[in-house]
């Protein structure tokens, strides 16, 4: 894998790990934030092409802030 390849891969995992922690207090927000970040995270995904690398990273991140969203809400 080229330096190139590694610094995009990079960037992919830094801006879903960003958005996780932007919305890592997601349990208190109402059903606007929650499609606020469903937007976030398309954004995020477009700017690297809609690559499925993008897509599963986001998609990982927002699952986990869904699990723990639910767990909190029934502990």
Same mark, same amino acid.
């Given at each position: 894998m080229s330096v190139t &390849?590694? %610094? %995009? *891969?990079? !960037?992919?995992?830094t801006s /879903?790990? %960003?958005l996780? %922690?932007?919305y890592a207090d997601i349990w208190q927000m109402e059903s606007e934030k929650w499609e606020q970040l469903v937007n976030? $995270? &398309?954004k995020i995904a477009q700017s690297y092409g809609n690559c499925r690398l #993008? +897509? &599963?990273?986001?998609s /990982? #991140? *927002? !699952?986990?802030?869904e +699990? +723990? $969203?639910?767990? *909190?809400?029934n502990p």
């Amino acid at each position: 894998m080229s330096v190139t &390849d590694l %610094k %995009k *891969v990079y !960037g992919m995992f830094t801006s /879903a790990w %960003k958005l996780f %922690k932007e919305y890592a207090d997601i349990w208190q927000m109402e059903s606007e934030k929650w499609e606020q970040l469903v937007n976030e $995270s &398309d954004k995020i995904a477009q700017s690297y092409g809609n690559c499925r690398l #993008a +897509r &599963d990273l986001l998609s /990982a #991140a *927002v !699952g986990e802030l869904e +699990r +723990r $969203s639910k767990e *909190v809400q029934n502990p």
